[in-house]
Protein backbone atom coordinates (compact mmCIF):
# COMPACT_ATOMS: atom_id res chain seq x y z
CA UNK A 1 0.00 0.00 0.00
CA UNK A 2 2.02 3.19 -0.74
CA UNK A 3 1.54 6.08 1.65
CA UNK A 4 -0.69 7.80 0.02
CA UNK A 5 -3.73 5.65 0.14
CA UNK A 6 -2.75 4.30 3.94
CA UNK A 7 -3.11 8.23 5.26
CA UNK A 8 -6.37 8.25 3.03
CA UNK A 9 -7.39 4.96 5.24
CA UNK A 10 -6.13 6.66 8.28
CA UNK A 11 -8.11 9.73 7.28
CA UNK A 12 -11.36 8.06 7.19
CA UNK A 13 -11.03 6.22 9.85
CA UNK A 14 -10.74 9.38 11.83
CA UNK A 15 -13.99 11.11 10.61
CA UNK A 16 -15.97 8.25 9.31
CA UNK A 17 -18.44 6.69 11.53
CA UNK A 18 -17.60 2.70 11.88
CA UNK A 19 -21.00 1.81 12.40
CA UNK A 20 -22.93 3.85 9.92
CA UNK A 21 -20.00 4.93 7.88
CA UNK A 22 -21.16 8.78 7.73
CA UNK A 23 -19.09 11.69 9.11
CA UNK A 24 -18.45 12.03 13.14
CA UNK A 25 -18.03 14.34 15.48
CA UNK A 26 -15.24 14.10 17.85
CA UNK A 27 -16.84 11.44 19.99
CA UNK A 28 -20.19 10.59 18.78
CA UNK A 29 -21.35 10.14 15.00
CA UNK A 30 -23.97 13.00 14.52
CA UNK A 31 -25.67 10.68 12.32
CA UNK A 32 -26.11 7.68 14.23
CA UNK A 33 -24.87 8.73 17.62
CA UNK A 34 -22.55 5.58 18.11
CA UNK A 35 -19.68 6.38 20.38
CA UNK A 36 -16.44 6.52 18.47
CA UNK A 37 -13.03 4.96 19.40
CA UNK A 38 -10.90 6.75 21.00
CA UNK A 39 -7.77 8.94 19.18
CA UNK A 40 -4.89 10.01 20.53
CA UNK A 41 -5.30 13.50 21.73
CA UNK A 42 -4.56 16.47 24.23
CA UNK A 43 -6.98 17.42 26.50
CA UNK A 44 -7.61 20.91 25.36
CA UNK A 45 -8.87 19.05 21.85
CA UNK A 46 -10.60 16.71 23.54
CA UNK A 47 -13.07 19.18 24.56
CA UNK A 48 -13.03 20.76 21.34
CA UNK A 49 -11.22 24.00 23.04
CA UNK A 50 -8.27 25.70 21.08
CA UNK A 51 -5.10 25.70 23.10
CA UNK A 52 -5.45 28.55 25.09
CA UNK A 53 -5.41 29.36 28.61
CA UNK A 54 -8.56 31.39 29.14
CA UNK A 55 -11.39 28.66 29.61
CA UNK A 56 -14.82 29.13 31.11
CA UNK A 57 -14.83 27.21 34.40
CA UNK A 58 -18.61 27.07 34.30
CA UNK A 59 -18.82 26.12 30.06
CA UNK A 60 -16.38 23.47 30.87
CA UNK A 61 -18.08 21.89 33.78
CA UNK A 62 -21.16 21.85 31.88
CA UNK A 63 -19.42 19.91 28.61
CA UNK A 64 -18.02 17.11 30.95
CA UNK A 65 -21.35 16.71 33.13
CA UNK A 66 -23.21 16.65 29.53
CA UNK A 67 -20.23 14.22 28.15
CA UNK A 68 -19.88 12.11 31.37
CA UNK A 69 -23.39 11.39 30.91
CA UNK A 70 -23.18 10.61 27.42
CA UNK A 71 -20.47 8.05 27.51
CA UNK A 72 -21.47 6.52 31.26
CA UNK A 73 -20.54 2.99 30.90
CA UNK A 74 -23.75 1.64 32.02
CA UNK A 75 -25.34 2.89 28.82
CA UNK A 76 -22.84 0.54 27.06
CA UNK A 77 -24.03 -2.88 28.85
CA UNK A 78 -26.08 -4.00 25.74
CA UNK A 79 -23.74 -2.34 22.93
CA UNK A 80 -20.91 -4.46 21.12
CA UNK A 81 -18.23 -5.13 23.02
CA UNK A 82 -15.97 -2.49 20.87
CA UNK A 83 -18.51 0.40 21.99
CA UNK A 84 -18.47 -0.64 25.41
CA UNK A 85 -14.89 -0.45 25.79
CA UNK A 86 -14.64 2.34 23.53
CA UNK A 87 -17.16 4.42 26.24
CA UNK A 88 -14.91 2.99 29.12
CA UNK A 89 -11.95 4.28 28.08
CA UNK A 90 -13.41 7.51 26.96
CA UNK A 91 -14.77 7.97 29.90
CA UNK A 92 -11.55 7.97 31.82
CA UNK A 93 -9.68 10.73 29.38
CA UNK A 94 -12.48 12.39 29.76
CA UNK A 95 -12.26 12.24 33.65
CA UNK A 96 -8.53 13.22 33.30
CA UNK A 97 -8.92 15.74 30.83
CA UNK A 98 -11.49 17.68 32.82
CA UNK A 99 -9.71 16.88 36.35
CA UNK A 100 -6.10 18.56 34.54
CA UNK A 101 -8.20 21.79 32.44
CA UNK A 102 -10.57 22.32 35.64
CA UNK A 103 -7.30 23.68 37.96
CA UNK A 104 -5.62 27.02 36.93
CA UNK A 105 -2.32 25.81 37.14
CA UNK A 106 -2.37 22.16 36.74
CA UNK A 107 -4.09 23.27 33.10
CA UNK A 108 -0.96 25.75 32.66
CA UNK A 109 1.56 23.65 33.75
CA UNK A 110 -0.26 20.69 31.41
CA UNK A 111 -0.01 23.37 28.42
CA UNK A 112 3.73 23.74 29.12
CA UNK A 113 4.47 20.31 28.67
CA UNK A 114 2.13 20.00 25.31
CA UNK A 115 4.79 22.94 24.65
CA UNK A 116 7.55 20.69 24.71
CA UNK A 117 8.47 22.05 28.38
CA UNK A 118 10.39 19.23 30.15
CA UNK A 119 12.56 20.89 33.47
CA UNK A 120 14.44 18.18 34.52
CA UNK A 121 15.10 16.85 30.83
CA UNK A 122 16.31 20.77 30.16
CA UNK A 123 18.12 21.16 33.43
CA UNK A 124 20.05 17.84 32.33
CA UNK A 125 21.02 19.12 28.92
CA UNK A 126 21.94 22.78 30.53
CA UNK A 127 24.62 21.18 33.10
CA UNK A 128 26.13 18.84 30.22
CA UNK A 129 26.22 22.24 27.95
CA UNK A 130 27.92 23.72 30.67
CA UNK A 131 30.17 21.54 31.56
CA UNK A 132 31.31 20.65 28.08
CA UNK A 133 31.77 24.66 27.35
CA UNK A 134 33.39 25.28 30.43
CA UNK A 135 30.70 28.24 30.97
CA UNK A 136 28.10 28.86 34.29
CA UNK A 137 24.65 27.37 34.09
CA UNK A 138 21.97 29.72 34.52
CA UNK A 139 19.87 28.76 37.22
CA UNK A 140 16.21 28.25 36.51
CA UNK A 141 15.28 29.77 39.73
CA UNK A 142 16.31 33.95 40.71
CA UNK A 143 19.53 33.84 42.64
CA UNK A 144 17.47 36.26 45.41
CA UNK A 145 14.93 33.23 46.12
CA UNK A 146 17.29 30.89 46.30
CA UNK A 147 19.10 32.82 48.79
CA UNK A 148 15.27 33.07 50.92
CA UNK A 149 14.69 30.08 50.26
CA UNK A 150 17.75 28.42 51.99
CA UNK A 151 18.02 30.99 54.84
CA UNK A 152 14.09 30.32 55.49
CA UNK A 153 14.60 26.41 55.46
CA UNK A 154 17.87 27.53 58.38
CA UNK A 155 15.12 29.11 60.49
CA UNK A 156 12.48 26.57 59.77
CA UNK A 157 14.77 23.59 61.17
CA UNK A 158 16.09 25.84 64.14
CA UNK A 159 11.89 26.36 64.89
CA UNK A 160 11.46 22.40 64.57
CA UNK A 161 14.87 21.74 66.80
CA UNK A 162 13.37 24.10 69.62
CA UNK A 163 9.92 22.21 69.39
CA UNK A 164 11.42 19.07 69.74
CA UNK A 165 13.96 19.98 72.80
CA UNK A 166 10.48 22.13 74.28
CA UNK A 167 12.28 25.43 74.10
CA UNK A 168 10.23 28.21 72.75
CA UNK A 169 12.11 30.94 70.93
CA UNK A 170 8.84 33.72 70.48
CA UNK A 171 11.43 36.38 68.65
CA UNK A 172 11.76 33.45 66.05
CA UNK A 173 8.31 32.62 65.94
CA UNK A 174 7.35 36.33 65.31
CA UNK A 175 9.47 36.65 62.48
CA UNK A 176 8.35 33.06 60.60
CA UNK A 177 4.87 34.48 61.07
CA UNK A 178 5.63 37.80 59.45
CA UNK A 179 7.78 35.54 56.86
CA UNK A 180 4.16 33.22 56.13
CA UNK A 181 2.10 36.78 55.75
CA UNK A 182 4.50 38.14 53.48
CA UNK A 183 4.79 35.01 50.98
CA UNK A 184 1.41 34.72 51.40
CA UNK A 185 1.26 38.06 49.82
CA UNK A 186 3.68 37.09 47.12
CA UNK A 187 1.91 33.80 46.81
CA UNK A 188 -1.74 35.57 45.87
CA UNK A 189 0.27 38.08 43.82
CA UNK A 190 1.06 35.21 41.64
CA UNK A 191 -2.63 34.72 40.52
CA UNK A 192 -2.80 38.19 38.84
CA UNK A 193 0.86 37.70 37.10
CA UNK A 194 -0.32 34.19 35.05
CA UNK A 195 -3.62 36.09 34.52
CA UNK A 196 -1.53 38.17 32.66
CA UNK A 197 0.45 35.61 31.29
CA UNK A 198 -2.46 33.62 30.32
CA UNK A 199 -4.25 36.84 28.32
CA UNK A 200 -0.83 37.37 26.04
CA UNK A 201 -0.49 33.84 25.40
CA UNK A 202 -4.32 33.45 23.90
CA UNK A 203 -3.30 36.63 22.00
CA UNK A 204 -0.21 35.06 20.46
CA UNK A 205 -2.16 31.78 19.76
CA UNK A 206 -4.85 34.01 18.16
CA UNK A 207 -2.14 35.43 16.04
CA UNK A 208 -0.74 31.90 15.20
CA UNK A 209 -4.78 31.06 14.23
CA UNK A 210 -5.17 34.07 11.75
CA UNK A 211 -2.06 32.85 9.81
CA UNK A 212 0.33 34.87 11.42
CA UNK A 213 4.29 33.29 12.31
CA UNK A 214 4.62 33.78 16.24
CA UNK A 215 7.19 31.40 17.12
CA UNK A 216 9.39 33.72 18.81
CA UNK A 217 6.63 35.59 21.19
CA UNK A 218 5.03 31.88 21.64
CA UNK A 219 8.22 30.71 23.17
CA UNK A 220 9.02 33.78 24.74
CA UNK A 221 5.44 33.26 26.66
CA UNK A 222 5.86 30.04 26.87
CA UNK A 223 9.07 30.72 29.19
CA UNK A 224 7.57 33.44 31.50
CA UNK A 225 5.17 30.80 32.44
CA UNK A 226 7.93 28.24 33.31
CA UNK A 227 9.63 30.89 35.73
CA UNK A 228 6.10 31.65 37.12
CA UNK A 229 5.47 27.76 38.01
CA UNK A 230 9.22 27.58 39.41
CA UNK A 231 8.68 30.71 41.95
CA UNK A 232 5.10 29.38 42.11
CA UNK A 233 6.53 25.68 43.67
CA UNK A 234 8.74 27.09 45.89
CA UNK A 235 6.51 29.37 47.57
CA UNK A 236 4.00 27.06 47.85
CA UNK A 237 6.36 24.37 49.75
CA UNK A 238 7.37 27.00 51.88
CA UNK A 239 4.03 28.23 52.82
CA UNK A 240 3.22 24.88 53.79
CA UNK A 241 6.50 23.87 55.93
CA UNK A 242 5.54 27.40 57.89
CA UNK A 243 2.43 26.25 58.22
CA UNK A 244 3.60 22.76 59.37
CA UNK A 245 5.72 24.63 62.19
CA UNK A 246 3.60 27.52 62.88
CA UNK A 247 0.50 25.68 63.18
CA UNK A 248 -2.65 26.94 60.61
CA UNK B 1 10.97 4.13 46.99
CA UNK B 2 13.56 1.83 48.33
CA UNK B 3 16.99 3.69 48.51
CA UNK B 4 20.46 2.39 48.10
CA UNK B 5 22.40 1.18 50.95
CA UNK B 6 25.10 4.31 49.83
CA UNK B 7 22.32 6.46 49.53
CA UNK B 8 21.28 5.79 53.02
CA UNK B 9 24.24 5.63 54.41
CA UNK B 10 25.05 9.08 53.39
CA UNK B 11 21.48 10.36 54.47
CA UNK B 12 22.44 9.18 58.15
CA UNK B 13 25.90 9.70 58.43
CA UNK B 14 26.03 12.73 56.04
CA UNK B 15 29.76 14.19 55.66
CA UNK B 16 30.95 17.78 55.57
CA UNK B 17 27.24 19.59 56.69
CA UNK B 18 27.79 22.88 57.75
CA UNK B 19 29.36 26.01 56.49
CA UNK B 20 32.28 27.91 55.65
CA UNK B 21 33.30 31.81 55.27
CA UNK B 22 31.47 32.79 52.35
CA UNK B 23 33.77 36.19 52.40
CA UNK B 24 36.80 34.65 52.40
CA UNK B 25 38.98 35.00 48.72
CA UNK B 26 39.82 31.30 49.35
CA UNK B 27 36.20 30.41 49.67
CA UNK B 28 33.92 29.47 46.25
CA UNK B 29 29.96 29.13 47.41
CA UNK B 30 27.21 27.29 45.11
CA UNK B 31 23.64 27.89 45.63
CA UNK B 32 21.19 25.76 43.64
CA UNK B 33 17.69 24.24 43.74
CA UNK B 34 15.41 22.23 41.68
CA UNK B 35 12.32 23.67 41.27
CA UNK B 36 9.91 20.25 40.32
CA UNK B 37 11.14 19.65 44.00
CA UNK B 38 11.76 22.42 45.62
CA UNK B 39 15.03 21.45 46.80
CA UNK B 40 17.69 23.97 47.82
CA UNK B 41 21.89 22.99 48.36
CA UNK B 42 24.53 24.94 48.96
CA UNK B 43 27.89 24.09 48.61
CA UNK B 44 31.24 25.58 49.71
CA UNK B 45 34.79 24.68 48.95
CA UNK B 46 38.19 25.97 50.34
CA UNK B 47 40.76 26.07 48.07
CA UNK B 48 44.63 26.97 49.02
CA UNK B 49 45.70 29.96 46.68
CA UNK B 50 49.37 27.88 45.91
CA UNK B 51 48.12 24.28 44.53
CA UNK B 52 44.79 25.09 43.74
CA UNK B 53 43.52 22.18 45.69
CA UNK B 54 40.38 21.69 47.21
CA UNK B 55 41.10 21.36 51.07
CA UNK B 56 37.99 21.53 52.57
CA UNK B 57 34.32 21.51 51.62
CA UNK B 58 30.98 22.12 53.37
CA UNK B 59 27.21 21.20 51.97
CA UNK B 60 24.03 21.87 53.43
CA UNK B 61 20.93 20.59 51.38
CA UNK B 62 17.64 21.00 52.47
CA UNK B 63 15.87 18.46 50.31
CA UNK B 64 14.86 14.21 49.39
CA UNK B 65 17.42 12.12 50.75
CA UNK B 66 18.73 11.33 47.25
CA UNK B 67 19.93 14.90 47.25
CA UNK B 68 21.29 14.92 50.59
CA UNK B 69 23.64 11.77 49.53
CA UNK B 70 24.42 13.37 46.16
CA UNK B 71 26.05 16.39 47.90
CA UNK B 72 27.70 14.93 50.72
CA UNK B 73 29.18 12.41 47.92
CA UNK B 74 29.91 15.81 46.04
CA UNK B 75 31.65 16.96 48.87
CA UNK B 76 33.82 13.71 49.76
CA UNK B 77 34.83 13.44 46.03
CA UNK B 78 36.15 17.27 45.79
CA UNK B 79 38.04 17.09 48.92
CA UNK B 80 41.81 16.67 47.65
CA UNK B 81 41.21 17.08 44.24
CA UNK B 82 42.04 20.73 42.04
CA UNK B 83 39.60 23.01 41.01
CA UNK B 84 40.00 21.28 37.33
CA UNK B 85 39.79 18.02 38.34
CA UNK B 86 36.61 18.97 40.56
CA UNK B 87 35.25 20.11 37.10
CA UNK B 88 35.65 16.79 35.45
CA UNK B 89 32.84 15.03 37.69
CA UNK B 90 29.43 14.50 36.06
CA UNK B 91 26.50 13.75 37.51
CA UNK B 92 26.40 10.54 35.86
CA UNK B 93 29.19 9.32 38.61
CA UNK B 94 27.46 10.43 41.42
CA UNK B 95 24.18 8.09 39.77
CA UNK B 96 26.42 5.07 39.20
CA UNK B 97 28.17 5.83 42.77
CA UNK B 98 24.54 5.72 44.96
CA UNK B 99 22.99 3.92 42.21
CA UNK B 100 20.08 6.70 41.92
CA UNK B 101 16.77 5.67 40.45
CA UNK B 102 15.92 7.53 36.61
CA UNK B 103 13.29 9.59 39.28
CA UNK B 104 16.33 11.10 41.35
CA UNK B 105 18.85 12.31 38.59
CA UNK B 106 17.88 15.30 39.03
CA UNK B 107 19.33 15.10 42.54
CA UNK B 108 22.96 14.04 40.88
CA UNK B 109 22.68 16.85 38.05
CA UNK B 110 21.65 19.85 41.24
CA UNK B 111 24.57 18.20 42.55
CA UNK B 112 27.13 18.68 39.75
CA UNK B 113 25.78 22.16 39.22
CA UNK B 114 26.32 22.57 42.53
CA UNK B 115 30.36 22.14 41.92
CA UNK B 116 30.39 24.24 39.23
CA UNK B 117 28.66 27.18 40.86
CA UNK B 118 31.22 26.94 43.88
CA UNK B 119 34.07 26.60 41.55
CA UNK B 120 32.40 29.41 39.54
CA UNK B 121 32.20 31.55 42.32
CA UNK B 122 35.46 30.83 43.43
CA UNK B 123 37.12 31.97 39.64
CA UNK B 124 34.94 35.13 39.97
CA UNK B 125 36.70 36.03 43.31
CA UNK B 126 40.34 35.15 42.06
CA UNK B 127 39.67 37.29 38.88
CA UNK B 128 38.67 40.12 40.85
CA UNK B 129 41.51 40.47 43.34
CA UNK B 130 43.81 40.26 40.28
Same mark, same amino acid.
Given at each position: ???? %? &?????? =?????????????????????????? +?????????????? &????????????????????? +??????????????????????????????? +???????????????????? =?????????????? =?????????????????????????? =?????? +???? %?????????????????????????????????????????? %???????? &????????????????????????? | ??????????? @?????????? #???? *??? @???????????????? /?????? @???? *????????????????????????????????????????????????????????? *??????? /?????? #??????
Amino acid at each position: MSTD %T &KSAEKA =KLAHECWSCGAMRAAHFCESCGRVQP +PVPTDYFSFFGLPR &KLNIDPKQLEREFYAMSRKLH +PDLFVRAVDQEQSWSLEKSSQLNDAYRTLKD +PVTRTEYLLKLEGVNLEEQS =KTATETARAAGTQK =KQMVPPDLLEEVFELNMQLEEARMNK =KMGEDD +PSLK %TELADTRRRLDGKFNALAAELQRDWDEWDAVIARAESGEIVD %TERTAVRD &KMVDLVNRRSYIRNLVRDLNEVLGN | MAYSDKVLDHY @TNPRNVGSLD #KASA *EVG @TGLVGAPECGDVMKLQ /IKVNPE @TKII *EDAKFKTFGCGSAIASSSLATEWVKGKTVDEALEIKNTDIVKELSLPPVKIHCSVLA *EDAIRAA /IGDWKK #KQQDEA
